[in-house]
């Protein structure tokens, strides 16, 4: 539903590259708001990798912050 995160401005595009490739390790946090429950056994097999549509994607940790009055809205940090 939406996301926040940091937006990098630069004119290098070979220091860009480095900051986008997986390879480098780089961690990457975002704070998320979504819209409907997320079951935390869901969110704690993402730790194991996930595939969508073919393309696999390594661990990611995803915790719940917190959920709005209505449990329609939560806030995770990926």
Same mark, same amino acid.
């Given at each position: 539903?939406?996301?926040?995160?940091?937006?990098?401005?630069?004119?290098?595009?070979?220091?860009?590259?480095?900051?986008?490739?997986?390879?480098?390790?780089?961690?990457?946090?975002?704070?998320?708001?979504?819209?409907?429950?997320? @079951?935390? +056994?869901?969110?704690?097999? *993402?730790?194991?990798?996930? /595939? !969508?549509?073919?393309?696999?994607?390594?661990?990611?940790?995803?915790?719940? @912050?917190? +959920?709005?009055?209505?449990? *329609?809205?939560?806030?995770? /940090? !990926?």
């Amino acid at each position: 539903l939406n996301a926040e995160g940091l937006l990098l401005l630069t004119n290098d595009g070979a220091f860009a590259r480095q900051l986008e490739l997986p390879r480098t390790g780089l961690p990457r946090r975002y704070r998320v708001r979504t819209y409907g429950r997320c @079951d935390p +056994r869901a969110l704690a097999d *993402l730790q194991y990798g996930i /595939t !969508v549509d073919g393309v696999v994607y390594g661990s990611i940790l995803a915790v719940q @912050d917190k +959920r709005g009055d209505t449990n *329609l809205n939560q806030w995770l /940090t !990926v």
